[in-house]
């Protein structure tokens, strides 16, 4: 599976962006998708993950109630929507897939098996 992460650039604070996550080569079907983010000089940090199959979500607690994820069957893709955003929100966004996760693995990057490349979100002040 090939993941094609887009969607990043420069936002001031507080505003909007909307990541996705294609993967081609085949579906998403039973597969969990999470996105990654990792800002200069700091761990790979989890942000959010979803289930393919039946929905099911999980976030990090910096990000609930900000950032939403989805999933659209028609065009294969995991969205990250990210509201409100903050300066400490910078980081290069990676997505990543991988089957049979269960959710108490859901939040850590050993988990997934399947990356994509990142792409760059900039929060201004």
């Known amino acids: 599976v090939q993941l094609q992460a887009s969607g990043g650039g420069l936002v001031q604070a507080g505003g909007s962006l909307r990541l996705s996550c294609a993967a081609s080569?085949?579906?998403?079907?039973?597969?969990?998708v999470g996105w990654f983010r990792q800002a200069p000089g700091k761990e790979r940090e989890f942000v959010a993950a979803?289930?393919?199959?039946?929905?099911?979500?999980s976030y990090a607690e910096s990000v609930k109630g900000r950032f939403t994820i989805s999933k659209d069957n028609l065009k294969n893709t995991v969205d990250l929507q990210m509201n409100s955003l903050s300066p400490e929100d910078t980081a290069v966004y990676y997505c990543?897939?991988?089957?049979?996760?269960?959710?108490?693995?859901?939040?850590?990057?050993?988990?997934?098996?399947?990356w994509g490349q990142g792409t760059l979100v900039t929060v201004s002040s």
């Open positions: 990543a897939a991988s089957q049979g996760v269960i959710v108490s693995a859901m939040r850590s990057p050993t988990t997934y098996r399947y």
């Open positions: 080569g085949r579906t998403f079907r039973s597969y969990t």
């Open positions: 979803i289930r393919w199959n039946d929905r099911f979500t």
